[in-house]
């Protein structure tokens, strides 16, 4: 893609969100007025660390959605997980006769939590299914598996969100609401960076390839997220560099990324992502001082600070259980929910630019 349509499509995603073919959807009917029988009904594909640590707890506590399927391609944990949330059989399914879903009336949503090269397979099988679609982040391995996935999704008249759980909660709230309001005056210079060591050695999915590993893919998109979150802009150019110091753990992927972005107007961001150590931080520095969170991206824990010493904080709450009640009322008001495929294609955009500018020794790249 040239510059110019890299560029023209990152600004044109936005309204093209607003018309992504929702008024197809499909309404889903709930004769019965049972609290209950309001919700929609969610299967989680890939019962991995995220989906059994946080989504299946925050299913617990979601009004507008409730835990009626499972896929996994572990018989144990079909028999473990189904027991445990009293799914019955006729709900769980296989990676192999996952698309027979389609004549199951129970479920509206899938959640894709699965490696990350296996995204778009199962967004594409889900939504010719009939069933919506939840990705997690990142949306795939790159701008053309989004696009396709996007694709699939309007024809098939079914909504497609990106678990982007931290557009719903309101620390990372209050940083978008500053960079409209600009208290501080404009936004200059951004600085994000997180990251966890990881295990060594390790037979991770994200340490791998053809998994869609590296910490760019894993952690980088918390980063770029706050970067665009926190000054409310589109880059128009990246630059990256890429570390990896045991390529014997680190399989054709990058341990740590630097990435840095430029915006209009001249705000700069410089971002970290890493495998190699743990770190969490987000500090916006803006005319008239310096505010941000830190940690910035934990399920809790959050905390922000402002200039002059001042703090903010906000009541524990279950990002994962708002994550999913909001983008099920949205498929429920048949309105497109504020974290769509299109929000996913925008990250994927700056990470094929970042690893362009990789591939070529670190040069800036246009959007
Ligand atoms: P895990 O490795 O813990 O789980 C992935 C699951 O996918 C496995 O348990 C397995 O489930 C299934 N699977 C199918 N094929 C494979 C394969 N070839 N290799 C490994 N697993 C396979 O990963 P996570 O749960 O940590 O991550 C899953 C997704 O969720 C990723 O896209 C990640 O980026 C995202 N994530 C998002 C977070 C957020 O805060 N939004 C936090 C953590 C992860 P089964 O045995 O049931 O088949």
């Known amino acids: 893609m040239s510059n110019l349509n890299r560029r023209t499509f990152i600004s044109q995603v936005s309204a093209a969100a607003v018309v992504t073919g929702l008024s197809s959807f499909p309404f889903i009917s709930r004769a019965n007025s049972s609290k209950d029988d309001k919700k929609l009904g969610i299967a989680l594909i890939g019962l991995g660390s995220y989906a059994v640590g946080q989504l299946m707890p925050a299913l617990e506590k979601t009004e507008h959605v409730k835990l009626v399927g499972l896929v996994t391609g572990t018989p144990d944990k079909a028999k473990r997980y189904g027991a445990k949330y009293n799914i019955p059989e006729k ?3 296989n990676y192999q006769n996952f698309d027979t879903i389609a004549s199951n009336p129970d479920i509206d949503v899938v959640y894709i939590v699965l490696p990350n090269s296996m995204h778009k397979e199962f967004t594409l099988r889900a939504a010719k299914a009939g069933k919506h679609v939840i990705c997690e982040k990142p ?3 790159n701008a053309g598996e989004c696009r ?4 699939g999704c309007k024809k098939a008249g079914v909504s497609l969100s990106i678990g982007y759980r931290l557009h719903y909660e309101p620390y990372t709230q209050r940083i978008m609401q500053m960079a409209k309001e600009q208290p501080y005056g404009k936004v200059l210079y951004v600085h994000a960076a997180d990251g966890f060591r990881m295990m060594r050695p390790t037979d991770q999915w994200r340490a791998k390839s053809p998994l869609g590993g590296g910490a760019l ?3 980088g998109v918390y980063a770029l997220q706050a970067a665009r979150l926190s000054t409310g802009l589109e880059p128009v150019s990246v630059s990256g560099q890429m570390f990896n110091s045991d390529p014997t753990v680190f399989e054709g992927v990058d341990e740590s990324t630097s990435f840095q972005l430029e915006f209009p107007g001249n705000a700069v961001a410089n971002c970290f992502a890493s495998f190699g150590g743990n770190v969490n931080f987000l500090n916006i520095n803006a005319e008239k001082g310096e505010y941000g969170l830190r940690p910035f991206m ?10 002059r010493g001042e703090t903010f904080d906000f009541p524990v709450m279950n990002q994962q259980a708002a994550q999913m009640d909001g983008m099920c ?3 429920m008001e048949k309105k497109p929910s504020i974290t769509t495929g299109e929000e996913g294609l925008r990250d994927m ?3 094929d630019a970042i690893r362009e500018s990789v591939s070529k020794g670190g040069k800036k790249i246009m959007l």
């Open 91 to 93: 709900n769980i399914y």
């Open 139 to 141: 949306m795939a391995m």
């Open 148 to 151: 396709d996935m996007i694709d």
């Open 217 to 219: 893919m894993d952690m």
């Open 298 to 307: 934990n399920y809790n824990g959050l905390h922000g600070f402002l200039p």
């Open 329 to 331: 009322l949205s498929i």
């Open 349 to 351: 955009i700056i990470i």
